[in-house]
């Protein structure tokens, strides 16, 4: 199944859809649908450490704007079921990722990654850091000591999870970036130029006017509803905890390829 070496843009579509990372995913219908419903209601859980307030309060506004940057299925009255990730969406989205991850080494930026997707995405952050770090960016260190009442926000190599009972932790909370700007403030330490991230920590990095780069899935509205506010710089569909890590490689190779970084 995997690609030796760097796919071109069509072997990347292909592996995409063979390995689900895009085309018909594993995420059901009636699961998405229920998220969009749950974040229009107003449940923060499902913010991912935005602040939304009343703007996306009509469940079929966040269908709309799913069906255009992720390739859900846009007929509401399609309630159950396969849902989709359109491939061409995923990559184009890796395309603009990789023009600012290119500024970031241009500019030998600061840069801070994180997951709350550990079992799925911690390799990708980790690669992605040390290509940056290879250029000549500064790969952000966190604070010592930080924690969120879901347990403690470490660091393993260079990307920043939640660790709890020796575990580290899936999280969709903004809280853990939360800490970490918060830490760094306190310690008058400067604040990253780019994040690079997933879940609430991509989301409450945008949020706190901090660039933003982030992964979500198609059950996962509210990145995307951000990206089409300009608050997250550059959301990439696809599904975040596929069967095998390493399924997504070639889509690393990819955007580091594109970036300038391999």
Request: overall charge negative; proline content about 5%; hydrophobic content about 40%.
């Amino acid at each position: 199944m995997p690609i030796s070496g760097t796919p071109s843009r069509a072997q990347l579509l292909d592996h995409l859809v063979r390995t689900r990372i895009a085309g018909d995913v594993a995420t059901p219908r009636e699961n998405n649908l229920s998220h969009y419903r749950q974040l229009a209601n107003g449940v923060r859980n499902f913010w991912l450490g935005l602040e939304l307030g009343d703007r996306w309060t009509d469940e079929q506004d966040v269908l709309a704007v799913m069906a255009e940057r992720v390739g859900v299925n846009d007929d509401p009255g399609y309630r159950h079921g396969q849902d989709t990730i359109d491939p061409e969406l995923t990559v184009d989205a890796l395309e603009r990722m990789a023009a600012r991850l290119r500024k970031a080494a241009e500019g030998r930026q600061r840069v801070l990654f994180a997951t709350g997707h550990p079992g799925g995405l911690l390799d990708v952050h980790r690669a992605t850091a040390a290509a940056l770090r290879s250029a000549g960016c500064e790969i952000v260190v966190i604070p010592d000591g930080l924690q969120t009442d879901e347990g403690y926000v470490m660091q393993f190599a260079d990307v920043a999870v939640l660790e709890h009972g020796a575990t580290l932790w899936h999280t969709h909370s903004g809280e853990p970036m939360r800490a970490i700007l918060t830490g760094l403030e306190r310690e008058g330490r400067q604040l990253p130029d780019l994040v690079v991230a997933d879940h609430g920590w991509a989301g409450y990095a945008g949020q706190h006017g901090v660039d933003s780069l982030g992964y979500a899935d198609c059950n996962d509205p509210a990145l995307f509803l951000a990206e089409s506010e300009g608050t997250v710089q550059v959301v990439v569909p696809l599904d975040d905890h596929v069967v095998s890590p390493r399924y997504y490689d070639p889509m690393t190779a990819y955007l580091l390829a594109e970036s300038g970084l391999l």
